[in-house]
């Protein structure tokens, strides 16, 4: 550098010990002290190859040098634009600074007049360039290979220019070269009738189909349709866009109207089916049943037959015609074959039925006769049952025979149901007894079987008599025999084997006195027969009996028998029922009662006085009084009952605030007070000995209501007594 050059110079000048030696003086006595510094900028704007040299003198070495940048030592290198410093220090602590500011030199630039070609694919443009900044003079070199200031004769696009200074700093610039065509296409384009593609139902709308001419100063560069395709969607007037282009990018637009068409009629590709009939006998055919792969570019609106409902008598074949009409109203047709089957079984409704056996034990049904309401469809042709003739054996188990009725139809389906055929019979057995037989005395007797004849088997059993070959008593015996067939008829004869009896039988019965006793007998009168005789009693007798049934079996000495059954009787047990008691009054004699006796033997008395059935008794005291009534037979029952006193001063009122309900009773009576002052009270119930059955504790009361619960008394005559202060009333209750 020029600092380091002239340096180095004046040391070589001088002598380097000499001016190192003059330099050690110099700092021995004086501070360090910069003198100047030496820089140079960068080559090229932006460049960092800047670099200084710093001059000082004073002080005593060593000395430190500092850099802003970081950078030691008296030159500092590799700097680009901006401010800098440097320090200079001594060994006796002295230093020394100075500033500085490097600049970058102008940039080169260049700005270019451009000439454009008219159309893009024209070589008639022109870059004329103007350069400035850097260190001139300048090379140029352009990316096409030429040279210099002016690049000339060049089409449209992108062009690079590269410009060296005489440092060798360089600037890549670009250049763009468009052209000068604003004139937009002409298009010549008319409306257009498209169909549509008979297979994909769509179109593509081709610049061809509307445009008839397209021209432009420069060059076409394309021609496009808006929108492209149409479809079945689009049938009818459709706007259509038609855009030219050229290659300069003018655009011209014109609309024609494309009138989208279907001329295409449905392609049809029927299946033949099978279809089955229903239960009505019909079946209606859906045509789209047939479509197979019956097709149409823009689908089939509707599909027809010209015959689509079947019944019984279309079994079979059927030829048919299908049509199909897509949605521009262009048809098709073709033919098919539509196969009815019926394949619906019969319907079966079984009916369980009664049959009788006829006289052969026999008896036929017709499969009809099972038949309850079958259908079918279409008809049922054949009815079969599993069993059509019944005999005697269908009645051995008891319990109807399932038969199976199976029915067929006109189409040969077939269906079954199980009836119930419940056998009967009838006809009861014809039975046949031997003539009737006598005899005079207890013998054997003999006599042939009865017969029997019935449409089925029949058993013969005897259910009353001996039976032939049996010993046969005195008197009249019924030899009774039953046939029965295997359905249960019976019939029913009869043989009366008759021996004649010259027992006589005499009795006399003495029945029971008096209920409960055992002192009834039968004294028997026997004669005739071959005495003497055995007599057998039956549960006892014939003394000391008890009311009830008795037989006795007599025995001959040989061996006839005679049996007879006697009834011994007992009267009823005494029963008494007092129907009133008369209380006496005021002490006197006045008093009385009635009672009904029922049971035993009428007449009864009553202390020696005779009655049929009510004893009256009046003039009697108050009292206790107990007696014996007896019956005819001298049978007996003991009676109690009381007679009381009423005081008539004081009844009235008392009798008048007394009220006893229900009377008659059954399970309850009220006892209901009501005084006309308080008074001590108290209640009691008795029966007719005067014995006391229930009493209530007494109180001073005015009014008292009182519940007599009488579940657990017998029925019959019973007496309330009510004591008001020591004054007595009683009040006759009757309990049923």
């Not at 800098?84 to 500085?100: I, N, P």
Request: proline share 6%; aromatic share 6%; glycine share 8%.
């Amino acid at each position: 550098m020029l600092a380091y050059d002239l340096y180095t110079q004046s040391i070589r000048r001088f002598g380097a010990f000499f001016v190192l030696l003059c330099l050690s003086l110099n700092m021995a006595t004086a501070q360090v002290s910069i003198d100047t510094v030496l820089y140079a900028g960068p080559t090229c704007n932006g460049f960092e190859d800047g670099e200084a040299q710093v001059f000082f003198s004073g002080g005593a070495g060593p000395y430190t040098i500092t850099w802003s940048d970081g950078q030691e030592g008296e030159v500092a290198v590799g700097l680009a634009a901006g401010s800098y410093s440097v320090t200079v220090a001594d060994d006796l602590g002295t230093e020394s600074s100075a500033s500085f500011e490097i600049t970058d030199p102008d940039p080169i630039t260049a700005s270019g007049e451009l000439t454009l070609p008219v159309c893009p694919d024209d070589s008639t443009g022109v870059i004329s360039l103007t350069i400035q900044g850097g260190t001139p003079p300048y090379e140029i070199f352009w990316n096409n290979g030429d040279m210099g200031p002016v690049l000339s004769d060049v089409p449209p696009g992108n062009h690079f220019a590269f410009i060296i200074d005489a440092l060798g700093c360089l600037l890549n610039q670009q250049f763009v070269l468009g052209n000068n065509d604003n004139v937009p296409p002409v298009i010549v384009a008319q409306s257009a009738v498209v169909p549509l593609n008979p297979v994909t139902g769509t179109v593509i709308m081709e610049p061809i189909l509307f445009v008839s001419m397209v021209t432009d100063n420069c060059q076409i560069d394309g021609v496009n349709v808006a929108p492209l395709q149409k479809d079945c969607d689009d049938l009818g007037p459709n706007t259509i866009n038609i855009a030219a282009i050229d290659n300069s990018g003018n655009i011209t637009v014109v609309q024609v109207i494309a009138t989208i068409v279907d001329i295409t009629p449905p392609a049809l590709a029927p299946e033949n089916i099978t279809v089955t009939l229903g239960t009505n006998g019909t079946v209606t055919v859906d045509p789209d049943l047939l479509s197979g792969a019956s097709f149409d570019n823009c689908g089939i609106m509707a599909l027809t037959l010209d015959d689509n409902t079947f019944d019984c008598s279309d079994i079979g074949e059927n030829n048919v015609m299908l049509t199909a009409v897509d949605g521009s109203g262009n048809s098709s047709s073709a033919p098919a074959i539509i196969t009815v089957v019926d394949n619906a079984p019969p319907t079966v409704v079984a009916q369980n039925i009664t049959v009788e056996l006829n006289a052969n034990g026999q008896v036929v049904i017709a499969p009809s006769d099972l038949d309850g309401g079958s259908t079918d469809n279409c008809g049922i042709l054949v009815l079969e049952a599993s069993q059509t003739t019944f005999t005697c054996d269908d009645l051995a188990s008891g319990d109807p025979i399932a038969v199976l009725l199976t029915l067929t139809d006109v189409n040969n389906n077939s269906a079954s149901a199980t009836a119930l055929v419940t056998v009967v019979d009838p006809i009861a057995p014809v039975i046949s007894c031997p003539d009737d037989l006598s005899g005079d005395f207890c013998q054997i007797f003999l006599y042939d079987l009865p017969t029997a004849t019935d449409n089925c088997e029949v058993e013969i059993t005897q259910t009353q008599g001996l039976g032939s070959g049996s010993v046969f008593q005195f008197g009249t015996t019924v030899e009774t025999y039953v046939a029965t067939d295997t359905y249960g008829n019976t019939a029913t004869c009869s043989i009366t084997i008759t021996v004649n009896n010259d027992f006589d039988l005499g009795a006399e019965v003495n029945h029971v006195s008096c209920n409960g006793l055992a002192n009834g007998s039968i004294v028997l009168n026997v004669s005739g027969g071959t005495p003497p005789y055995l007599y057998f009693w039956s549960p006892s007798g014939p003394d000391n009996l008890s009311s009830g049934i008795y037989m006795v079996n007599i025995f001959d000495n040989i061996g006839c028998e005679t049996t007879q059954t006697f009834v011994v009787n007992e009267p009823e047990p005494l029963a008494v029922e007092i129907l009133a008691i008369l209380d006496a009054t005021n002490g006197q004699s006045n008093g009385g009662f009635q009672l009904t006796v029922e049971g035993g033997t009428s007449p009864y008395s009553y202390e020696g006085a005779s009655f049929d059935d009510t004893l009256s008794v009046s003039e009697l005291a108050a009292g206790n009084y107990s007696f014996t009534l007896t019956d005819a037979n001298g049978c007996s029952i003991d009676v109690s009952l009381m007679i009381d006193n009423i005081n008539s001063s004081s009844e009235p009122h008392i009798l008048q605030a007394f009220s006893l309900f229900p009377n008659p009773a059954k399970d309850f009576a009220m006892v209901d007070i009501q005084l006309q002052h308080a008074a001590l009270t108290q209640v009691s119930l008795l029966d007719l000995t005067g014995r006391t059955l229930q009493s209530w504790p007494p109180s001073e009361t005015d009014r008292q209501s009182l519940r007599i619960d009488l579940d657990a008394l017998a029925p019959g005559v019973y007496a309330v007594k009510l004591e008001v202060d020591g004054e007595t009333v009683v009040r006759k209750l009757i309990l049923e």
